[in-house]
């Protein structure tokens, strides 16, 4: 089972793009955020016609999370619904072939100490409290998505340039942190332990070309994901063309179940 996420950074202006790529590659599930479309606007034709359902939580301009798949979206949840502010579409969650998936797409923060700093920690809380409310670390469950926050210094192209700064502050690691305590395992990292490996490049300052980035984008895996996973990579060759987004895709590999 091929699962993928991307940050598409507009599904309507990059859609020449997605779809291609998911004919190229075929994966069983794709996760997308930044989709900033409302629901009746999503393009579901184009990618039923690529073969794929899609169960989407959006909203106009901004935010906005899908979950792309060949196969029927068991259960599909949106939000949090904790009784708190639910206005930004940034959570799905849906069940394919016995898989829990999530695609998330965590608040940027701005910068330390303001106010959508602190809104982004409260939010990654939610998310703690959400997956102890709702999922089972004993079921295959697989967390994908944009979490603006880089892991470790590997996850960075100049860790001493970016030390304190907003997507790689101590506060933002710990609470990403509490969230994989749920259970949960970096997938990729179970695979590649090495520095150099990015995910999402600025459009400015040649920063692709110079390969000046940052691990942001994750698939994080349960334990019964996680001895089903044979592979996971980033595609960086989708970061390179016209019109790109600034994020590239990041794709894993389950076994079958047995």
Same mark, same amino acid.
Not at 23 to 43: S, W
Not at 159 to 188: I, K, Q, T, Y
């Given at each position: 089972?091929?699962?993928?996420?991307?940050?598409?950074?507009?599904?309507?202006?990059?859609?020449?793009? %997605?779809?291609?790529?998911?004919? =190229?590659?075929?994966? +069983? $599930?794709?996760?997308?955020?930044?989709?900033?479309?409302? *629901? &009746? #606007?999503?393009?579901?034709?184009?990618?039923?016609?690529?073969?794929?359902?899609?169960?989407?939580?959006?909203?106009?301009?901004?935010?906005? %999370?899908?979950?792309?798949?060949? =196969?029927?979206?068991? +259960? $599909?949840?949106?939000?949090?619904?904790?009784?708190?502010? *639910? &206005? #930004?579409?940034?959570?799905?969650?849906?069940?394919?072939?016995?898989?829990?998936?999530?695609?998330?797409?965590?608040?940027?923060?701005?910068? %330390?100490?303001?106010?959508?700093? =602190?809104?982004?920690?409260?939010?990654?809380?939610?998310?703690?409290?959400?997956?102890?409310?709702?999922?089972?670390?004993?079921?295959?469950?697989?967390?994908?998505?944009?979490?603006?926050?880089?892991?470790?210094?590997?996850?960075?192209?100049?860790?001493?340039?970016?030390?304190?700064?907003?997507?790689?502050?101590?506060?933002?690691?710990?609470?990403?942190?509490?969230?994989?305590?749920?259970?949960?395992?970096?997938?990729?990292?179970?695979?590649?332990?090495?520095?150099?490996?990015?995910?999402?490049?600025?459009?400015?300052?040649?920063?692709?070309?110079?390969?000046?980035?940052?691990?942001?984008?994750?698939?994080?895996?349960?334990?019964?994901?996680?001895?089903?996973?044979?592979?996971?990579?980033?595609?960086?060759?989708?970061?390179?063309?016209?019109?790109?987004?600034?994020?590239?895709?990041?794709?894993?590999?389950?076994?079958?179940?047995?």
């Amino acid at each position: 089972m091929k699962i993928a996420t991307w940050n598409v950074n507009s599904i309507r202006s990059r859609l020449d793009r %997605v779809i291609p790529w998911l004919e =190229r590659h075929a994966p +069983d $599930v794709l996760c997308m955020q930044e989709t900033k479309v409302t *629901d &009746d #606007q999503f393009p579901h034709d184009a990618f039923a016609a690529a073969g794929y359902r899609v169960a989407a939580h959006g909203q106009k301009t901004y935010n906005g %999370v899908a979950i792309a798949a060949r =196969r029927p979206l068991d +259960d $599909v949840r949106t939000g949090f619904d904790d009784g708190g502010p *639910d &206005d #930004q579409a940034r959570l799905i969650a849906a069940t394919v072939d016995g898989v829990r998936v999530l695609s998330v797409y965590v608040p940027n923060g701005k910068e %330390v100490g303001h106010d959508d700093y =602190r809104f982004k920690l409260e939010w990654l809380g939610r998310l703690r409290r959400y997956l102890d409310r709702n999922e089972e670390p004993a079921r295959p469950t697989v967390v994908c998505g944009d979490f603006n926050v880089a892991l470790d210094d590997r996850d960075i192209y100049d860790p001493a340039a970016w030390e304190g700064e907003n997507l790689a502050s101590e506060p933002e690691r710990r609470a990403l942190r509490a969230v994989l305590d749920w259970g949960l395992v970096d997938a990729f990292r179970e695979l590649h332990d090495e520095a150099g490996h990015y995910s999402w490049w600025d459009y400015r300052m040649l920063a692709f070309p110079k390969n000046r980035g940052l691990r942001i984008d994750y698939c994080f895996v349960s334990p019964p994901a996680r001895a089903r996973l044979v592979d996971a990579r980033i595609d960086r060759e989708a970061r390179k063309g016209k019109k790109p987004s600034d994020h590239a895709p990041v794709i894993i590999e389950l076994a079958a179940s047995a």
